[in-house]
């Protein structure tokens, strides 16, 4: 069982750091909404908040992990050049994308899209994490803090969900592959 | 002012909301010039390996962080509009999001 060293990045940056961030998210809006439901008597006590801001700002940092991983480390695999007259494109994924109209469209408008869209989720999270910290025990009572934090965690769920979903069919059609072999386990050889 | 005495104004949070759409805003404004405009994109070009990625994120980030600071720094201690803010911040994230979706850039472009 082994995996290139690309292959291994790129499963760091698309499950290490994105899927884990969308896990995150169901127990984001499960805590803002304990925070922030006048139907909940809970009150957050000072280490309630500690793990609230922890929580948040780990998203972020998820969210800083991941975007920053994909676009300096993976991107230039991604769209390195093939020398002139190449006839194996695989160590070239956008290459290989563009080479046939049936997959073209997931360069042009999945990675195209992708590699834009997912900077607005740590931007939006970093603020989502800054105002939990600073308004986590008035929630309650400021509607409009309220929904401008219930906003910017929606649209960090597109900005990672969206990304996340083109990730990995560019990944199915297009893997980005190469680097030493990193050997996880001995196998052998068998027909069945 | 309302409930100033017993919850902090909501002018911080206005300052955040705000400069996360300008910096969406500039997000998409700067994909689009960067797939438009040859002169643009070359500028952006800031790290080869990425093409102009880079410039045009880090520009984004920079404007949303210093927006943030500038206004945090004017309207922490006030109580504002919130319907206001979150409209304008909802329509610049909104275009920004639009910017940066190809086939709407295709359109602008006439492709």
């Known amino acids: 069982m082994e995996i290139t060293f690309r292959d291994a990045v790129t499963v760091i940056h698309g499950m290490g750091f994105g899927a884990l961030l969308l896990l995150a998210f169901s127990g984001a809006a499960a805590a803002l909404y304990a925070l922030s439901s006048s139907s909940t008597p809970w009150r957050p006590s000072g280490r309630d908040v500690i793990l609230l801001r922890s929580y948040f700002w780990g998203m972020a940092l998820l969210a800083w992990l991941a975007v920053l991983a994909g676009a300096y480390v993976v991107y230039p695999w991604y769209r390195a050049h093939p020398p002139a007259g190449a006839v194996d494109l695989s160590g070239f994924p956008k290459a290989l994308l563009m080479s046939s109209p049936a997959t073209s469209e997931w360069h042009d408008i999945g990675m195209e899209w992708k590699e834009h869209l997912a900077w607005f989720s740590p931007i939006s999270l970093t603020a989502v994490a800054w105002l939990v910290g600073r308004y986590a025990t008035a929630l309650k009572e400021m509607k409009g803090v309220r929904n401008t934090v219930v906003g910017l965690l929606v649209l960090g769920f597109f900005a990672t969900a969206v990304p996340g979903f083109f990730g990995a069919m560019l990944n199915k059609y297009a893997p980005v592959r190469g680097g030493p072999n990193i050997v996880l386990m001995r196998g052998e050889a068998h027909d069945k | ?111």
């Open chain 2, 1 to 111: 002012m309302t409930n100033s005495d017993t919850h902090p104004t909501n002018g911080a949070a206005a300052a955040t909301l705000l400069s996360v759409g300008l910096g969406g805003l500039v997000l998409g404004i700067l994909a689009l010039a960067g797939d438009a405009l040859p002169a643009v994109a070359k500028a952006l070009n800031i790290w080869n390996p990425t093409g102009p990625l880079a410039g045009v994120t880090l520009a984004a980030i920079l404007v949303w962080l210093a927006t943030w600071l500038v206004l945090a720094r004017l309207w922490s201690a006030r109580t504002l509009n919130m319907s206001l803010v979150g409209g304008v911040s909802a329509a610049m994230i909104l275009a920004g999001l639009l910017l940066t979706f190809p086939p709407f850039m295709d359109l602008l472009q006439g492709k």
